[in-house]
Every structure is written in structure tokens, then in C-alpha cells.
């Protein structure tokens, strides 16, 4: 194997995991209105991540009230995909009602 071919092979070998690792969806509650607002899952660049701000802009200037905005981490899309329905799940046998905004961090 040549230097050169060994060194783009460790190139791919050390950039896969870093981005396969950074998937997320934001959610807020409304306690006082009993509802959650939620995103679909994206992905995200870690040194350019402003998901939590983002979304809490968003619902501010869809005049939405809220609580604290959280961005769950997860390892991949399918992993997000997965915690975001247990976060509805959950939810919505606390008797929350989910509203799915349609929303990227770039919007």
C-alpha cells in the first residue's frame, strides 16, 4: 500500500465518527399550556452548533410560549429519530399535547 493511499484511508477512518455523531431534534415545553414543540431530528456541525438558541428564536418569533428549549444529543439519524418518538410518547401520556414544528436550525 502506498503512503499516500494510507494516509486518505486514515483520513476517512478518523473523519466517519465525527460525523456521524452529531444528530439532534430541540423541544420545549409549555407547562402552562400543556404542550411540547419539537423538531425534526438534523444533523449539526459541533463547532457551529447554536441549535438551543435557534430554536428558542423560532418559537419567540412564532409568538409560541415556552419553557427552556433542549437540543438531545444522539450518536446518529436513526438514534434521533428514535428519541425524539419516545420524547412524544412520553409526552403525550403526561398528557402533553405535541405540536411537530417544521423547523432546521438554519430557518
Same mark, same amino acid.
Given at each position: 500500500?502506498?503512503?499516500? /493511499? &494510507? ?16 444528530? /439532534? @431534534?430541540?423541544?420545549? #415545553? ?5 404542550? =411540547? @414543540? =419539537? !423538531? ?6 459541533? %463547532? ?7 430554536? %428558542? %428564536?423560532?418559537? &419567540?418569533?412564532?409568538?409560541? /410560549? ?5 437540543? #438531545? ?6 438514534? &434521533? ?6 420524547? =412524544?410518547?412520553?409526552? /403525550?401520556? !403526561?398528557?402533553?399535547?405535541? =405540536?411537530?414544528?417544521?423547523?432546521? #436550525?438554519?430557518?
Amino acid at each position: 500500500m502506498s503512503v499516500r /493511499r &494510507a494516509l486518505c484511508l486514515l483520513l476517512v477512518l478518523c473523519v466517519r465518527p465525527a460525523l456521524a455523531g452529531d444528530w /439532534r @431534534y430541540c423541544l420545549a #415545553p409549555s407547562q402552562t399550556d400543556h404542550k =411540547i @414543540y =419539537i !423538531s425534526a431530528p438534523f444533523s449539526v456541525s459541533a %463547532d457551529r452548533d447554536h441549535s438551543e438558541s435557534s430554536f %428558542d %428564536d423560532a418559537l &419567540a418569533q412564532r409568538r409560541l /410560549r415556552h419553557d427552556d428549549v433542549q437540543c #438531545p444529543h444522539s450518536n446518529d439519524e436513526a438514534s &434521533a429519530v428514535v428519541d425524539k418518538q419516545h420524547a =412524544i410518547d412520553f409526552n /403525550r401520556r !403526561s398528557g402533553n399535547q405535541v =405540536i411537530d414544528l417544521h423547523w432546521t #436550525p438554519s430557518d
